[in-house]
C-alpha cells in the first residue's frame, strides 16, 4: 500500500501549482469590446499674418556692411511700429560670412550680412499699408495668414461636441446592426487626439526688395481647417 500512497501523493502535488495558477489568471471581461474614431472638422477664415523681411548688404568691410544693415533694420522696424503700433515685432537671423573669390586661389573679397525681421499682426485690414510702410527699407520675403491662437480655442468647445456626435453615432449604427440592446451598452474610454490645424494659406511671393516708394498690395488671408478626432472604446455585454 505504500508505494500506491506515494503515487497518489506525488500526483497531488504535482496538480496543485496548475491548479493554482488556472486560479490566478484574471478573468476576461465579458462582452465585445469595440473601437470606434469620430471626427469633426470646422473651417474658419484666417484671423492672424505673419509677414517675413529682411535686409542683405554686401561689402569689402565688414563693419560697413553690418552698419547698413543695422540701419535699414532699425529704420524698417521703426515704420512698422508706426504703421501697425499693436503688431508683434521681432528681429531674428542675424548672420554674417566672407565673400570669396572665384578661382583655385581663393580669397576674401567681401563681407555679406543679413538680419530678418518677423511681424504678427491680427490687424489684416491694414496689413497692406504695414507692408508697404516697411519695404522702402527691408524687403518682403512672404507673408502667411493662419488662426490665431484665441480663434483656435474659441472653437474648440464646438470641436469636441462635433467629435463626440460623430462617435456616438458610429456606435449607434455599430449596435443597431448587432442588435444589441442601449442598456447593454457600457463606454469604457475616450481618448482625444492632438489637434492638427490645416495648412495656413501662405502668400507666396518672391522676395521684393527695398525701395524708396512701394504701392501697397492687395493680400487674400483664406482659410484655415481645425480637425479633432476622439477615439473611443465601448462594451456590448451579452
Known sequence: MRPLLAIVAIALAASVPAIAQQQSLPLLPAGTLVLMTGAADVELSNDEAVASFFYEAQDADLTRAQSVVNQRVGEGTAALKRADPKAQIETSGYSSYPVYSSGSNRTITGWRVRQGVTVRTDNLAALP????????????????????????????????????????LRFTAAWQSMGVP????????????????????????????????????????GRSIERLTVTGKARFLP
Open 129 to 168: 499699408k504695414t507692408v508697404a510702410a516697411a519695404q522702402p527699407f527691408l524687403a518682403l520675403a512672404g507673408i502667411d495668414f493662419r488662426l490665431s491662437k484665441a480663434a483656435r480655442e474659441k472653437v474648440e468647445a464646438q470641436l469636441i461636441q462635433l467629435a463626440i456626435g460623430n462617435l456616438n
Open 182 to 221: 442601449v442598456n447593454r451598452i457600457r463606454i469604457e474610454e475616450i481618448n482625444f487626439s492632438v489637434r492638427e490645424a490645416g495648412l495656413p494659406q501662405p502668400m507666396m511671393m518672391r522676395a521684393t526688395m527695398a525701395s524708396d516708394a512701394v504701392t501697397p498690395q492687395t493680400f487674400e488671408s
